[in-house]
């Protein structure tokens, strides 16, 4: 008796690199969002970046693809311009990251973050995030109605006014935080994905 064997041979998914930079005022959130994706936890006070760059690399499966995704970490500050310059031009899409507890800091995304990432970013997708939303619940009561918040409709707004892909609000903490951090880079990837076809 003859036995017909067939071994079938593992799927192998084609691996599609996408890079991702996050940009923002410093303090506005960027290394939590980065450390509560990639390692689903909060950073520790010495692994916050204070130098030009960080960077972190994942092998996910995103939509059935097989993606080595690049994350950098970017500072905030002014003298770093240059070093945030070079990181555009890696990247497929960007995240340009706001506190919603400081209206100043989406004065800073229209006035200051837009038109860099406009310029440097040469047509390439980007995503407004309005971080640290959980403020919004915990902050009123901790400081009374000195602290004023962008609502969602002013971050709608302003995504549309800036030219963004779309416009997604995260806080970190909790199994909420970890849900929306993957559905912040969910939708960074899928930018990708579109761009790079």
């Not at 067939?6 to 690199?17: A, D, F, N, R």
């Not at 760059?53 to 500050?77: A, E, F, M, N, P």
């Not at 909420?176 to 559905?183: A, P, V």
């Amino acid at each position: 008796m003859e036995f017909l064997c067939c071994y079938s041979q593992p799927k192998v998914l084609q691996e599609t690199p996408i890079s991702v930079a996050v940009v923002g005022d410093s303090g506005c959130g960027k290394t939590s969002l980065i450390y509560r994706f990639s390692r689903d936890r909060l950073p520790q006070a010495s692994e916050m970046v204070s130098a030009n760059l960080d960077t972190d690399r994942l092998d996910i499966v995103h939509s059935g693809r097989q993606i080595k995704l690049t994350l950098y970490d970017t500072s905030g500050s002014e003298e770093d311009a240059k070093v945030r310059a070079l990181t555009y031009n890696q990247c497929d899409v960007i995240i340009l990251c706001f506190p919603v507890d400081s209206p100043e800091a989406l004065t800073n995304v229209i006035t200051e973050w837009s038109p860099e990432v406009k310029f440097l970013n040469k047509g390439k997708p980007f995503i407004l995030v309005g971080t640290k939303v959980d403020l919004r619940e915990t902050a009123p009561k901790a400081l009374g109605s000195m602290t004023e918040f962008v609502s969602q409709s002013k971050g709608k707004k302003a995504a549309k006014e800036i030219g963004a892909s779309t416009y997604l609000e995260c806080t970190v903490v909790g199994v909420d935080g970890r849900n929306k951090t993957k559905r912040i880079f969910g939708s960074a990837i899928r930018d990708g994905l579109k761009f790079s076809r």
